[in-house]
């Protein structure tokens, strides 16, 4: 079945430091890739998607490219601030499938620090 | 625009109590989902409704039921309480193509003692 597979956290950087957050998967076909952020207390957010192979999602500074090759859509942030803080899902979706049933891979804290 | 509403926001169970979670989504989605995300263990599926009038099991769907009432809500019940549910459980909903992701709501924190 499809899978997702993320780095272990938390990941604990500096203010302005740059960020790469793993993920790759494992799905037939030509999945739909996301990003998803949850702050605190809060439900999950949408923060980037890429839907083929070498798309670039991007959103808030955050950066991820869809990689087929390597079955990878890593998440990159150049400078990352305090208030980035929070855990990221990386998922995905298949492309067929009438239920649309997204995988989510386990989470990885991001703890930003000045 | 509320997008997906869920209620209550926290809950204190004793075992064997049932209770009924509640969600509603106003972005006319086809699909709805619910979720249970535990620690270390990310979001896991346990019951999905494709279309109003469907519902399917996820991946950890014992001790759970679900009724989607109409294209709006979707419910989760748990019967009888264990200490194993305690968890955040999250409802989302999807529409259009795959170009799309979940919108969810803001989650249910429920404690069973």
Same mark, same amino acid.
């Given at each position: /079945?499809? *899978? ?12 302005? $430091?740059? +960020? ?16 998803y952020v949850q702050y605190p207390g809060e439900g999950l957010q +949408?923060?980037? #998607?890429?839907? #083929? $192979? ?22 990159? #942030? /150049? ?7 929070a855990v990221y899902f990386? $998922?995905?979706?298949?492309?067929? /499938?009438?239920? *649309? #049933?997204?995988?989510? /891979?386990?989470g990885?804290r +991001?703890?930003?620090?000045? | ?11 204190? =169970? ?23 995300q535990?620690?270390?263990?990310? =979001? ?8 109003? @009038? &469907? ?22 019940? =748990? ?8 968890? !955040?459980?999250f ?13 969810f @709501?803001?989650g249910?924190? =429920? &404690? !069973?003692?």
């Amino acid at each position: /079945g499809d *899978s997702v597979t993320q780095m272990e956290g938390p990941v604990t950087l500096s203010e302005e $430091a740059c +960020l790469t957050i793993n993920c790759t998967y494992t799905a037939t076909g030509y999945p739909s890739l996301f990003w998803y952020v949850q702050y605190p207390g809060e439900g999950l957010q +949408l923060l980037l #998607k890429a839907t #083929k $192979a070498d798309d670039k999602g991007s959103n808030k500074g955050f950066e991820a490219t869809y990689r087929k090759e390597t079955t990878s859509f890593h998440l990159e #942030k /150049g400078s990352v601030q305090v208030s980035d803080s929070a855990v990221y899902f990386c $998922a995905l979706r298949p492309l067929t /499938g009438t239920a *649309s #049933k997204l995988t989510f /891979g386990t989470g990885t804290r +991001l703890q930003v620090t000045l | 625009n509320a997008g997906v509403t869920q209620t209550p926001k926290f809950q204190v =169970l004793k075992t064997g109590q049932s209770m009924t979670l509640q969600c509603a989504q106003d972005m006319n989605h086809n699909s709805m989902y619910w979720y249970r995300q535990d620690p270390g263990m990310g =979001l896991r599926l346990i019951y999905y409704s494709a279309s109003e @009038g &469907t519902t399917d099991k996820g991946e950890v769907p014992n001790g759970y039921n679900v009724s989607r009432l109409n294209k709006r809500e979707f419910s989760l019940r =748990l019967e009888s309480a264990a200490p194993s549910q305690t968890s !955040v459980y999250f409802c989302a909903s999807i529409g259009g193509t795959t170009n799309y992701g979940y919108t969810f @709501g803001s989650g249910t924190r =429920l &404690t !069973v003692v």
